[in-house]
Structure formats: structure tokens, C-alpha cells
């Protein structure tokens, strides 16, 4: 008698399967997916044909999957150069108001965290200031 626990491997094929064929939806709550992808490579400076190398694609293929002619799947959005793909996965994570940096060390994270705390302290002040005067927001 088959168990599903013995019949794993099956399921994850079917699982990878549908993966490699599922196609991107290209619209998601209101963001465009497929604008992002193309923001992402256009920003990133890798040629058109250079990409569709990467993608295992022709460059008019490639015309036909950024214009929406064609479909993206995840197995393409998985195969995007990883600077294009951060760039992807950053636009969209701010898509639904996340903020994204870049991880810091040393000097660089002790500098960019005084400046912060100086932004918000000087901002806290100057509304102290306009609440003071009664001076709506600008």
C-alpha cells in the first residue's frame, strides 16, 4: 500500500514541474510584474541579447516576453542574473511598502546610522518648532 510519505519524489516532480511551466501573473494587486522585470534589466545595464542568453531564450523571444506577447514563468524569473533579480525582488518587496537596504559594516553602518538618527532627531525638533507656532505640516 502506497503512503503519500513513499510516493514523495513523485509529488515534488509534479511540484517542480509545475513550477518550471506556471507563468508569471502580470498583474498583482495593481503591481505590474512584468514593468518591474523590465525596470530591473533596463537599470541593471545588461544588454537585451545578454539576457536572453542567460534566459536560454532568442533576443525576439525575449522583444515578446518584456512586451507581455510571450509569458514569463517563475523557471525564468529563477534564471535572471542575480544583480537583475535583486533588483526585481527589491522594486518589488517597496511595490508593497517595504523598505529595503543594502546590509552594511563597519564605518559605512556606523556613519549611515548617525546620519539617520540625526535626520529623525532634526525632523522631531522642526515639528516641535512648527506645533509650537501652530504652523500646519508642510
Not at 513550477?19 to 498583474?27: G, M, N, Q
Request: charged content about 25%; some cysteine; overall charge positive.
Amino acid at each position: 500500500m502506497s503512503t503519500p510519505r513513499t510516493n514523495g519524489t513523485a509529488h515534488a516532480s509534479a511540484r517542480q514541474a509545475n513550477l518550471d511551466t506556471a507563468r508569471v501573473v502580470a498583474e498583482d494587486n495593481g503591481v505590474s510584474l512584468l514593468r518591474l522585470v523590465r525596470r530591473a534589466i533596463d537599470d541593471s545595464g545588461w544588454k537585451h541579447a545578454a539576457v536572453a542568453s542567460v534566459l536560454r531564450v532568442k533576443p525576439p523571444y525575449l522583444s515578446l516576453m518584456l512586451s507581455g506577447e510571450k509569458p514569463w514563468t517563475a523557471k525564468h524569473l529563477a534564471a535572471l542574473p542575480d544583480e537583475i533579480e535583486q533588483r526585481f525582488a527589491q522594486s518589488y518587496a517597496e511595490s508593497f511598502g517595504h523598505l529595503v537596504v543594502e546590509p552594511l559594516d563597519g564605518e559605512s553602518a556606523i556613519k549611515q546610522l548617525l546620519a539617520g538618527l540625526c535626520g529623525v532627531l532634526s525632523e522631531g525638533r522642526a515639528a516641535k518648532k512648527r506645533m509650537a507656532r501652530m504652523e500646519p505640516p508642510r
